[in-house]
């Protein structure tokens, strides 16, 4: 499990330095930051607290868990301005929309816990992060006319994790921003029957084998394979036409291999955006003398 205190170092600080804005952050409870004066600047911090709010974990072999974690942030946001000729804060707008950009990324999640020790673990995974949601507006003690905001973070990570997210696939040398991948190795089989063997159970051995790379990708409009998957799926592009694929996982795989387009499924519905599920295939010149 990773614990609350590198949640908050490695994953909610980095994120809420780029929001300009000065913090005091607790986790599960803690005592109120007064503002500071540093010569004729005031300082006031946004009193933040920190708690977990859930935890799951499942043992799927081997002693290795695979973990979820739900964590609350909650800000304490003081009003010390003026209403603008609109009725609405400054303050408030620009804090909401700093949070909101900066949680408004799903990083990937890799985090180092007791390094240089021999507990030392690597957990990969994901991060999603909630919108800030407004509170409630009230004048309080130390803090007066103030306003909280609550957000939440939902990690789910492994022991020693490789990340989809590093996996980086191109056609000709452009990127393909996909939202899913297979990557298969397709065998054919043959069976025969042992001599030793009484029951009618065959043994199997592989002639040849295929790979193919099916994904699932959004269309864009600036997306040169997209461009392509399009003049395809229209019938513009001839069938056998190569392209040249490049598969890379780091530290494991850096495959370059020549391709067709395979299967080419549009799949469009209302008013949301194109997707296309499409298979590339092997490539290889026919023996037209066979």
Not at 82 to 109: H, M, Q, S
Not at 210 to 236: E, H, K, Q, R, W
Request: proline share 6%.
């Amino acid at each position: 499990m990773i614990s609350l205190l590198t949640i908050i170092d490695k994953i909610i600080k980095p994120a809420l330095n780029a929001t300009g804005f000065n913090y005091a952050i607790f986790m599960d409870a803690g005592k109120y930051i007064d503002p500071e004066r540093q010569k004729n600047t005031v300082i006031r911090y946004i009193n933040t607290l920190v708690e977990t709010t859930d935890y799951t974990s499942q043992r799927i072999s081997s002693g290795l868990l695979a973990m979820a974690q739900s964590v609350s942030v909650s800000f304490m946001l003081p009003l010390d301005d003026y209403p603008d000729e609109t009725g609405n804060y400054p303050i408030e707008t620009k804090f909401r929309d700093a949070l909101t950009k900066a949680f408004g990324l799903a990083p990937k999640l890799s985090v180092v816990t007791d390094e240089g020790t021999p507990e030392e673990k690597t957990y990969v995974g994901g991060i999603s992060f909630s919108i800030p949601i407004r509170g409630t507006r009230a004048i309080r003690s130390a803090y007066g006319d103030s306003i909280e905001y609550h957000c939440g973070i939902q990690l789910s990570y492994l022991e020693n994790g490789v990340n989809a997210s590093d996996v980086v696939v191109t056609l000709d040398g452009e990127t393909i921003p996909y939202t899913r991948f297979a990557l298969r190795r397709l065998p054919s089989l043959s069976a025969l029957l042992p001599p030793s063997v009484t029951n009618g159970e065959g043994k199997c051995y592989s002639e040849l084998t295929s790979f193919t790379v099916d994904l699932d990708m959004p269309i864009l409009s600036d997306s040169a394979p997209s461009v392509s998957v399009l003049a395809y799926a229209a019938g513009n592009l001839s069938m056998n036409t190569k392209k040249t694929l490049t598969v890379t996982i780091p530290g494991f795989m850096d495959l370059t291999e020549e391709v067709i387009f395979g299967e080419c499924t549009l799949n469009g519905e209302g008013v949301g955006n194109l997707s296309c599920e499409v298979r590339f295939v092997p490539a290889v010149e026919p023996n037209l003398e066979a």
